[in-house]
T-cell receptor, first 114, second 113 residues
Framework: KQEVTQIPAALSVPEGENLVLNCSFTDSAIYNLQWFRQDPGKGLTSLLL?????REQTSGRLNASLDKSSGRSTLYIAASQPGDSATYLCAVPLSSGSARQLTFGSGTQLTVLP | SQTIHQWPATLVQPVGSPLSLECTVE??????LYWYRQAAGRGLQLLFY??????ISSEVPQNLSASRPQDRQFILSSKKLLLSDSGFYLCAWSTGGGYNEQFFGPGTRLTVL
């Protein structure tokens, strides 16, 4: 059974800092890994999808890396802004059973202070 | 571009009442569709998914059901709500075939009293 863990559970940083969010998974036989953002009371916004054959994926100030062998992914946010405050979730497809199910981490709640 | 809609946005229902939540997707054909629940203090749990009209797979035994009457319409239902059904219900879609990126709707906040 795939388990996804995100550390830290909460993070508070001053505006302008670069920061790293961590995601680890127990079964390295994944097909891809997806990072999401969730604002309070809202749905999930897809940020980045990294295929298993990729090591990095970038979108603007966001950079996600994937190390399948060690079961880890990181989301790097450069020059953080108060608008980046949200909960960040990572998710991977199950390695067995239906290929379409995602297993989610519990998220990292980020607060960027002005 | 593709968009996904959910309604209602919020719902307060008494225990034992029926439920119908609707999700529709625009701008794509034959999507995979998903219903997730996010309970307070808990992660996202996949409830149902569908790869085509009338094709529903259930992931968690419960008193909820799902239907897909049209290609881009996904409905979550219950005949009698329980207190434990309270939560934030999210619909998502992905292109068919394989392990594709999932895109989520705005969600429905359900409170059962």
């Amino acid at each position: 059974k795939q388990e996804v863990t995100q550390i830290p559970a909460a993070l508070s940083v001053p505006e302008g800092e670069n920061l790293v969010l961590n995601c680890s998974f127990t079964d390295s036989a994944i097909y891809n890994l997806q990072w999401f953002r969730q604002d309070p009371g809202k749905g999930l916004t897809s940020l980045l999808l990294i295929q298993s054959s990729q090591r990095e994926q970038t979108s603007g100030r966001l950079n996600a890396s994937l190390d399948k062998s060690s079961g880890r992914s990181t989301l790097y946010i450069a020059a953080s802004q108060p608008g980046d405050s949200a909960t960040y979730l990572c998710a991977v497809p199950l390695s067995s059973g239906s290929a379409r199910q995602l297993t989610f981490g519990s998220g990292t709640q980020l607060t960027v202070l002005p | 571009s593709q968009t996904i809609h959910q309604w209602p946005a919020t719902l307060v229902q008494p225990v034992g009442s029926p439920l119908s939540l609707e999700c529709t997707v625009e701008g794509t054909s034959n999507p995979n569709l998903y219903w997730y629940r996010q309970a307070a203090g808990r992660g996202l749990q996949l409830l149902f998914y569908s790869v085509g009209i009338g094709q529903i797979s259930s992931e968690v035994p419960q008193n909820l059901s799902a239907s897909r009457p049209q290609d881009r319409q996904f409905i979550l239902s219950s005949k009698k709500l329980l207190l434990s059904d309270s939560g934030f219900y999210l619909c998502a879609w992905s292109t068919g075939g394989g392990y594709n990126e999932q895109f989520f709707g705005p969600g429905t906040r359900l409170t059962v009293l």
